[in-house]
Structures are given as C-alpha cells and as structure tokens.
C-alpha cells in the first residue's frame, strides 16, 4: 500500500459544483497535511495545511482532516475553469521534525463551463 | 520580491558528466528541500536539510548529493548523472514553525540526461 494515496482522475465538474477531493494516508502518527495546486508546466503551490481533527475553511477552499479514519480531503465550492489543475496531498511525516514529506500521485481536476 | 529560484531551468546533458542545480531563497527559511517530478511517480523527496550543515535522505537519495553551508542556497549535485535521472527537479523552502512545514517551491529545473 502506497504511502499516500489519492482518489483516481481525473475529476470532471462542471462551473459552480462542489469537488472534492480525496487522501488517505497509512502512518498513523503522521502529524501535519497539506494540499498543493499544481498548474501544467508550473511548480506545486501550497493552498491549505491543516493539522488537526476537523474543518478548515479558506474561501472556496474546506480542508477535512479525520486521524481516526487517516483521511483528508480538499472541497472546492464554486468551482471555476481557473480551478482545473493538478492537487497534490502531502503528509508530514512522524519522527523527523516534519522535515520529509510524502505526496501523493496527485488528482487531475477539470472543471468544464 | 520573496521567491526561490533554481538554476539552470532547462539542462541537457550526456551520462557521467557532473553537474550541480544551484536553489536560493529569500525569505530567510531555515527548511529547504530537493523533489523530483515524474510521471505516474507524483513529487517524490530526494533530500531535506532542517538548517546550514544539517541535512538528510528523503525517500530516493540514490545518485544525488546535497550540501548547507549557508541559509538561502541548498544546491543538488549530481556526481555522474544517468538517464535514469532525467526528471524535473523542485526546489522548495519553509519556515518550521509549531511543528508546520508549509513549503513554497522554486520554478522547477527540468533535466534530460542522454
């Protein structure tokens, strides 16, 4: 079982619609959770960290943190064209200070007018 | 401006030549950070340093060296490249703070060894 895994795309929606996006992770401990936007030909940037149990919102953007279950997922409302991109999980892990970090394969999202 | 920057962008190089990827950052991050990007393979981490003359493996160190001696330039070496190696390479920094590690990447360098 890969480390950090994320549901399979691509992800289609249309203009206006909720995406979710999903990441499970199999190191219990693992402490710190991000989603990076990842544009084609462009380098990875971070929207949202989150570390502990619950929500985090950020405008359009909800992250969902469950330890318990060890997933976490990213909710975009209102989806726009300027949204479809690459999304990448990333999982902080235990026992090195956060400094390695583990991403997943990464969701295609498209989000069609 | 606060940015990292990576250098050279596009490098095509032959088998066993040594070359070495220069990373820089600005905004005075104590973490730095070396990522390969292939495809079917996501962002897969190479090496990490915590601070200047403290570094350590990530998950695919083989064939790479890295060193610290000063905060803002973290350089990826690679000592006799193999096409097994052509990629694209991030650079990335952050400040750890409270246990986070949000990182912000550099452009990326993307290398074809032949």
């Known amino acids: 079982q890969k480390e950090v895994e994320q549901n399979s795309g691509p992800l289609s929606v249309p203009e206006g619609a909720i995406a979710s996006l999903n990441c499970t992770y199999s190191?219990?401990?693992?402490?710190?959770f991000f989603w990076y936007r990842q544009y084609s030909g462009k380098s990875p940037e971070l929207i949202m960290s989150?570390?502990?149990?619950g929500d985090k919102e950020d405008g359009r953007f909800t992250a969902q943190l469950n330890k318990a279950s060890q997933y976490v997922s990213l909710l975009i409302r209102d989806s726009q064209p300027s949204d479809s991109a690459t999304y990448l999980c990333?999982?902080?892990?235990?026992?090195?200070?956060?400094?390695?970090?583990?991403f997943g394969q990464g969701t295609i999202l498209t989000v069609h007018p | 401006e606060a940015q990292v920057t990576q250098n050279p962008r596009y490098l095509i190089t032959v088998t066993g030549k040594k070359l070495t990827v220069t990373c820089s950052q600005n905004?005075?991050?104590?973490?730095m950070s070396w990522y390969r990007q292939d495809p079917g393979l996501g962002l897969r981490q190479i090496y990490y340093?915590?601070?200047?003359?403290?570094?350590d493996k990530g998950d695919v160190p083989e064939g790479y060296k890295v060193s610290r001696k000063e905060k803002r330039n973290f350089p990826l070496i690679l000592e006799s490249p193999s096409p097994n190696q052509t990629s694209l390479y991030f650079c990335?920094?952050?400040?750890?703070?409270?246990?986070?590690?949000?990182?912000?990447f550099g452009p990326g360098t993307r290398l074809t060894v032949l």
């Open positions: 905004m005075n991050h104590e973490y």
């Open positions: 990335a920094s952050g400040k750890l703070a409270g246990g986070s590690n949000e990182q912000f």
């Open positions: 190191d219990r401990v693992s402490q710190s």
């Open positions: 340093s915590m601070n200047v003359e403290v570094t």
């Open positions: 990333a999982v902080g892990v235990r026992g090195t200070s956060y400094g390695k970090l583990t």
């Open positions: 989150i570390y502990s149990n």
